[in-house]
C-alpha cells in the first residue's frame, strides 16, 4: 500500500499542534504523533544530555530517555506538560548513565602492578631520610609530631601523655615541622 497523497498535510498538521494536543493522540496511539514529539525536542534533549554525560553518549541517553517516555506516556492519564517532563526523564537517564558506566584512567604501558626495583630503592631512601630526620629532633618534638602526624592522637591527648599543654604540644609539632622542612630543604 501506498502512502497517502495528504501525508505532508498532515505532517504540516501535527506540526502546528500544541504538546497538549500531541501528548493526547499519542496515547491514542498514533505514532506520527510521537514522531511529532521526537523532531520537536530530540536536538534540544541531546544537548541538554551532553552536558551531564559525555557528548558520545548523549544520543543514546536520550533514546533511551525517548523509548522510555512513549512507554509512560501510553501507560499514564495524569497531565503532563511535554517539555520539563521530557527533560526530566533525559536528565535521570543520563544520571543513571553516569552512575552505571565505570570511569577507568587508562593505566601506563610499562605498569604491571609490582613495584621495580628502582621504586623500591627510592622509596627506602625516603623512608630513611624521614627516620634520620624524626632521630634528629628533640625527645619532646618527636614524640609531640610521631603522636600527631603518625598515631592521629588529639592535642589534648598528646598534652595529657606530655605533662604538658595542649598549646605547647602545638608548638612542639609547630617546631618540629619546621626544623624537618630546614634539614629535607639543606
Not at 610521631?146 to 608548638?171: C, D, K, P
Amino acid at each position: 500500500m501506498s502512502p497517502p497523497i495528504f501525508d505532508p498535510i498532515r505532517g504540516a498538521l501535527l506540526r502546528s499542534q500544541p504538546d497538549s494536543r500531541l501528548v493526547t493522540l499519542a496515547r491514542e496511539g498514533r505514532e506520527r504523533a510521537f514522531e511529532e514529539i521526537v523532531r520537536r525536542y530530540r536536538a534540544p534533549l541531546v544537548g541538554f544530555a551532553a552536558m551531564i554525560v559525555p557528548a558520545d553518549r548523549a544520543d543514546d541517553v536520550v533514546q533511551e530517555a525517548l523509548v522510555a517516555a512513549y512507554a509512560s506516556l501510553l501507560d499514564s492519564e495524569g497531565e503532563i506538560v511535554l517539555r520539563p517532563w521530557l527533560f526530566r526523564i533525559v536528565r535521570n537517564r543520563a544520571l543513571n548513565d553516569l552512575r552505571d558506566t565505570p570511569v577507568a584512567d587508562p593505566l601506563p604501558e610499562d605498569l604491571d602492578g609490582v613495584a621495580q626495583p628502582g621504586e623500591i630503592a627510592e622509596r627506602n631512601e625516603q623512608v630513611a631520610a624521614l627516620l634520620g630526620s624524626l632521630q634528629a629532633l628533640p625527645a619532646e618534638q618527636r614524640e609531640a609530631i610521631v603522636a600527631r602526624e603518625l598515631e592521629g592522637r588529639g592535642h589534648a591527648e598528646i598534652a595529657a601523655e606530655l605533662g604538658t599543654s595542649a598549646g605547647a604540644v602545638r608548638q612542639l609539632i609547630f617546631r618540629a615541622r619546621g626544623t624537618r622542612r630546614e634539614t629535607a630543604g639543606a
